[in-house]
């Protein structure tokens, strides 16, 4: 349901509402929040919560510092792990600026405005994730372990598969909260997993892949273990992915990907810092099904762009580079920029690679344009990049990688 501000009112007096999470996102996709009580509300909406900006990384020095929240009535959820007396629900919130303008270094505003460009040439993109985690056992203390909850593989069932009701709690919780989940199954890994859910608007789908990590969190804690979305947990092992599922119509709902696939080609060396942002992200590309060259073609999972076998409104394109620990925000808004530049500069696709890349001949591969090999490489992309200037506000770069 989507709520209006005077609907959040009632819901949350006719609910028994105890705490209100307003939610935002730092630069790097963690995901904050400063709770406050019932009788607070109606300042929040009117006149936003104030929080220091200085102790964001990113946002603001302590000369500055003061910056606003105000809650989004549409983004309300229930939190439906916590106590079902004295419930607990979370909005999204806009950030501003004391003087009421927008604070352009906050993730939302950045994707706003990719979906506005978009809306004011007549595309609407469409996005759905599809997570990868491992499932770690605890100590006695419940601090995490290297050890896996299972020793299943791809696609097994119960009893090797021990993650099946780890996996039906995070579903049912997703439903709880408005969020439609596709499909769920063990992973390669030992105690891997991944749940995707159906796609929404642009925006819609960001705030869902922040719900959805909280989640996950939660569900693995209730049942004494630790969800790792970290893109190589295991180093023998597969890394986690993001595959981001990508729909592009126009007004007349038709689907238009080709010139867009062209434009996330074209950008994606100068975006990878951004959808990998670790180390780690680096040991996962070029291996067990994550990318490593700059190709595209149908159905190929060694590829970095694939458009799968799905026919009608399941329509799309799959990039498969991305992993877990991206803001999803700032990669939307990215790839939205990218994909409007290859339509706009009608930049021209090259021909489909259908060969697998992880078993072809070095004579196929060295003609092959390629990912960025480490983080710093991705970092000194970025920094010279007039396409990650003309988004992201002065500076963004540098503190990413702090």
């Known amino acids: 349901m989507v709520y209006t501000q005077n609907e959040v009112f009632d819901y949350i007096e006719q609910e ?29 909406f009117e006149q936003g919560i104030s929080f220091d900006a200085s102790a964001i990384c990113g946002f603001d020095d302590v000369v ?40 352009i270094k906050d993730p939302r505003y950045i994707l706003n405005t990719a979906i506005k460009r978009a809306s004011d040439q007549g595309i609407n993109v469409y996005f759905g994730s599809e997570f990868e ?6 100590d006695a203390e419940g601090n995490p372990t290297r050890e896996p909850f299972d020793r299943a593989t791809y696609m097994d069932v119960a009893p090797e598969d021990r993650g099946e009701n780890v996996r039906r709690d995070i579903c049912m919780t997703l439903l709880d909260m408005g969020i439609m989940p596709e499909s769920s199954h063990h992973e390669e890994g030992p105690g891997q997993n991944e749940i995707d ?36 947990p295991l180093d023998k092992e597969a890394g986690n992915g993001m595959h981001i599922n990508m729909s592009v119509k126009d007004k007349g ?3 238009i990907t080709t010139k867009f696939i062209a434009g996330i080609m074209s950008h994606i060396k100068e975006m990878t810092l951004f959808l990998n942002p670790c180390e780690s992200s680096y040991k996962r590309l070029g291996e067990k099904k994550a990318p490593k060259y700059i190709t595209w073609s149908h159905e190929n999972r060694s590829q970095l762009i694939r458009i799968p076998a799905a026919k009608g409104e399941y329509e799309r394109i799959e990039l498969r580079s991305p992993d877990p620990m991206a803001n999803p925000y700032i990669t939307y808004a990215l790839l939205i920029h ?40 991705a970092l000194n992309i970025a920094q010279e990049s007039d396409f990650i200037k003309s988004i992201l506000p002065e500076n963004y770069v540098e503190y990413f990688t702090v």
């Open 16 to 44: 028994d509402v105890k705490f209100i999470r307003l939610a935002f996102s730092d630069i790097r996709g963690r995901q904050k929040n400063i709770s406050i009580l019932p009788q607070e509300l109606k300042r929040a």
């Open 64 to 103: 500055q510092s003061d910056l606003l929240l105000f809650p989004i009535p549409s983004t309300l959820h229930l939190l439906s792990w916590r106590a079902s007396h004295g419930k607990v629900v979370r909005m999204f919130c806009e950030i501003k600026n004391p003087d009421g303008t927008p604070f």
């Open 133 to 138: 985690f491992y499932l770690f056992k605890t």
């Open 197 to 232: 859910f159906r796609y929404s608007d642009a925006m819609s789908s960001a705030d869902n892949a922040m719900n959805f990590i909280t989640i996950v969190k939660a569900v693995a804690l209730q049942n004494g273990l630790y969800a790792d979305f970290s893109p190589k």
């Open 253 to 255: 709902g038709n689907n």
């Open 338 to 377: 990218a994909g409007l530049d290859g339509m706009n500069d009608n930049t021209p696709l090259p021909e489909p690679l259908n060969v697998n890349l992880y078993t072809a001949s070095k004579e196929i591969t060295d003609t092959l344009d390629k990912l960025p090999g480490s983080l710093e490489e």
